[in-house]
């Protein structure tokens, strides 16, 4: 009986022994649109070959490099595989800059975020979290870290408190710069389908300030031929106020951080859909965005929301407005033309605005715009002269976090410093960068 007993005994050992080695360790992350991609290729490298991955997208695994492109293209979904001999699961919500700083400052006082439901190992798409309304297709818990393109200070979520709700200080680490880029929708000057000898597509400062407090100029204002487009109108198109792009945008071109503005909310018309991009389309009418259509933190008036992924807005970049969008259905009666213009960074507008890929054909690209004739490249940002750019960090709660997955959030931020911040459009930020700043549109001087 003993004998038995004992075997009995060492049977449970190395049954619950089993048990633990192989439970799995569950990672959440909440982050900026803006850290997408380069999280996104950070973790394929982190985890062991074998991993399988389960997003809004779609469905990949590591057998194909071409995979990845499923993951760097979900804002949500699961990663499922090995990291240094241990299994987990990371579930990514990339909702927004100020989401990933909500949820990590306000974790200890119950602030949760909403993440895909799968484990990973499933196949073809999952509903977006978000906006899904079956609690069966999200899991709502508590953040372990996250990544944001916005200091903390410039959000709403700093100690002690706001609407109710204590935050505490994260630790915040810069793991990258993000620059950040105007472009034009198809058909404006400089644009491949309206190529104008001469014309340098721009924007400056007070153009800004100009667009997006009024909502819509003139092309005129732009080119400075009021014979030829001064009865052709650009249109302002934006980020939600999750977005850190809204404010490195905003603050870079003397709006303050609680500015309103104007944008549009297009009605789309076609489209084509080619692997994970979507573009080109009409626009048949549009509207100040809507606040039921509001997918940010924090309330805003008529106007002043956007799109909540530098995705979505880039797509809107390749659309071609009809009559009843230029002239807003009869209230501009002599308009004979029209634009959007918006930001995004160049991870989001190369391949669809600017057709980088080959995807999108000539007729839907847009083009980019110099800023106060500045050019957007890698060298203008590095040595100071092109100025509208956002620190990627990683966002890590004072305490709480510990073991495996601090390992791994360290692990992770090293990855993307060092190596995969240019992912995406990225750029590294080491000693060939010149120049720094301390605040989100601040002052940017030499290092």
Do not use: C
Not at 338 to 358: I, K, M, Q
Not at 392 to 403: A, D, E, V
Request: aromatic share 10%; no cysteine; net charge neutral.
């Amino acid at each position: 009986m003993k004998t038995k007993l004992k075997l009995l005994l060492a049977s449970l050992v190395l049954a619950a022994t089993a048990q633990i080695a192989t439970a799995q360790t569950t990672i959440y992350i909440v982050a900026s649109n803006g850290d997408r991609t380069a999280t996104q290729t950070a973790i394929s490298k982190l985890l062991a070959p074998g991993w399988v991955y389960q997003g809004i997208s779609g469905a990949g695994n590591t057998s194909s490099s071409g995979n990845l492109s499923i993951a760097t293209d979900s804002n949500f979904g699961a990663w499922n595989g090995t990291y240094q001999g241990n299994p987990v699961i990371i579930k990514t919500s990339f909702s927004g800059a100020l989401a990933g700083i909500k949820a990590v400052a306000g974790k200890d006082d119950g602030v949760t975020a909403r993440f895909v439901a799968t484990n990973g190992t499933g196949t073809g798409t999952v509903p977006n979290p978000l906006t899904t309304s079956n609690p069966a297709d999200y899991e709502e818990v508590a953040a372990d870290f996250g990544f944001s393109t916005n200091f903390q200070a410039t959000s709403p979520f700093n100690p002690p408190s706001f609407q109710g709700v204590s935050y505490a200080p994260v630790i915040e680490e810069n793991v990258g710069i993000s620059p950040l880029g105007f472009y034009a929708s198809p058909g404006f000057p400089g644009s491949p389908s309206n190529p104008r000898p001469g014309y340098v597509p721009n924007i400056t400062t007070q153009l800004i300030k100009q667009l997006y407090t009024s909502g819509y100029v003139s092309l005129a204002q732009f080119t400075g031929d009021w014979e030829q487009d001064g009865t052709e109108y650009v249109f302002a198109i934006g980020r939600n106020t999750d977005a850190g792009q809204r404010f490195g945008a905003y603050l870079e071109n003397q709006f303050d951080k609680t500015s309103d503005v104007k944008v549009w909310f297009p009605t789309i018309s076609g489209g084509t859909t080619s692997g994970n991009i979507t573009y080109g389309g009409t626009v048949t009418s549009h509207q100040l965005w809507p606040v039921a259509q509001q997918p940010g933190q924090l309330p805003v008036p008529l106007g002043s929301g956007g799109y909540n992924s530098g995705a979505n807005l880039a797509r809107a970049l390749t659309l071609k407005l009809t009559a009843n969008a230029w002239t807003l259905g009869g209230l501009l009666p002599d308009a004979t033309g029209g634009y959007y213009v918006g930001y995004v960074t160049p991870g989001d507008a190369n391949n669809r605005v600017l057709g980088a890929n080959g995807v999108v054909p000539v007729a839907d690209r847009g083009v980019a715009l110099r800023l106060n004739g500045v050019e957007l490249t890698t060298t203008n940002v590095k040595n100071g002269t092109y100025m509208a750019w956002l620190y990627n960090r990683i966002l890590k709660p004072q305490s709480g976090l510990g073991g495996l997955k601090l390992t791994f959030a360290d692990a992770l931020r090293d990855q993307i410093r060092d190596v995969d911040a240019v992912a995406g459009g990225g750029i590294i930020d080491d000693s060939t960068v010149k120049v720094q700043r301390f605040t989100d549109g601040g002052a940017v001087i030499s290092k």
